[in-house]
Every structure is written in structure tokens, then in C-alpha cells.
């Protein structure tokens, strides 16, 4: 990792220095501004498994919501590839209204013979 650089000729910021910008909803604002060059007037789409990471997300960008104009909407598909998939469906039905304006989902299962979910 000493080595690498990206195309930029900028090396990766070191463990060190990730660990002193702590996830918050705040510093989530300002990569999205700062960084992602985003504004509160653009729509944003989270794919919501109900799984922690996405869960995670969704709440941050929901305390960006309070006090601006950011709009969240959280996306969820059951691809039934899991018998209790159904119930990740609930759960996150259930859940996601509290942190986004919304939420989009359905069921489009994948053939169970496919070799690969990408296939």
C-alpha cells in the first residue's frame, strides 16, 4: 500500500488519518456536497436490503433531511433467493418510512437455476 498511488498521483489517505473522520451524519453531508459535488434538490435512492450497512446508510441520510431539502427514498427488491426473504420485505417496509420519505419496493424473483445472481 506504501506504493500505491492513484491516477492522480495521490497516495490513499492512511489509517491514521481515516480514523480521525468519524461516520456521522454531518461528515456524510459534506462528502456529498464537498466531494460528490451533490445539492439538496437532488433526489436520492438508497438500495435498502434492511441488512445493518444499508440500515446504517438510510438513517444517516435521514438526519440530512431534518432542516434541508435533501429527499431520500429507499428502494428495496425481493428477489426471493432466500426463504425468509418475504420477512426482510416487512421488516423493511416497516422500518424505512422512519428515515426516508418514502419507500419503493417488489418482488421480482431470479430463477433459482441461474448460475449466478448477475446471470
Known sequence: MENFKNSDGDRPPS??????????????????RDELFLTPDVDMYVAYSGGMDSHVLLHALSALRHGTSWRVTALHIDHGLQPDSAQWSRHCAAVAPASARAIAG??????????????
Not at 489509517?15 to 456529498?32: H, I, K, N, Y
Not at 417488489?106 to 446471470?119: D, E, F, H, I, T
Open 15 to 32: 489509517t491514521e488519518r481515516r480514523r480521525q473522520r468519524p461516520f456521522t451524519s454531518v461528515a456524510l453531508g459534506a462528502v456529498l
Open 106 to 119: 417488489g418482488l421480482c424473483p431470479l430463477s433459482r437455476s441461474a448460475r449466478s445472481v448477475a446471470a
